[in-house]
């Protein structure tokens, strides 16, 4: 319990939201990929959450959510990152699609992360 892959390729805001995790919510396990081919493999792995971003070389997010998807992952557990407005993302998201789309440079939008990453936490510490 507590997995979370994040794939994004900007090393800088990766970094950053990596280090925040593992600073406040030690109990959960942080994985990255910077490269969506890479991601590929990663995700036919157990994942409790899934962070993509959006816009990506080579294999953009919504690719990668359509594959995570095929891969069993449940669309409860998959957050979308991206540099785009609210309105873009939901209508390439629409709501129920999965849990969040997501402004990443926004400081507004960490409270929605946070209350994911407490919830997560919350549940590693009961695990056995």
Same mark, same amino acid.
């Given at each position: ?28 396990? =942080? ?26 070389? *080579?294999?953009?997010?919504? /690719? ?11 669309? *409860? ?23 969040? =789309?997501? *402004?990443?440079?926004? =400081? /507004? ?8 990453? *407490? ?10």
């Amino acid at each position: 319990m507590g997995k979370i892959l994040i794939i994004d390729d900007d090393e800088t805001f990766l970094g950053i939201l990596c280090g925040y995790i593992r600073d406040y919510y030690p109990l959960l396990d =942080v994985e990255t990929c910077t490269s969506p081919m890479t991601a590929l493999g990663a995700l036919r792995g157990p994942v409790s959450l899934l962070l993509i971003d959006l816009e990506m070389p *080579n294999l953009d997010g919504m /690719k990668l959510f359509l594959y995570a998807r095929e891969c069993g992952i449940d669309k *409860n557990r998959i957050v979308i990152l991206s540099g785009r407005d609210a309105d873009y993302l939901h209508e390439q998201f629409p709501m129920g699609t999965c849990l969040a =789309v997501l *402004n990443k440079y926004e =400081v /507004k939008q960490k409270a929605v992360l946070d209350m994911i990453f *407490n919830s997560m936490s919350r549940k590693a510490a009961l695990a056995p």
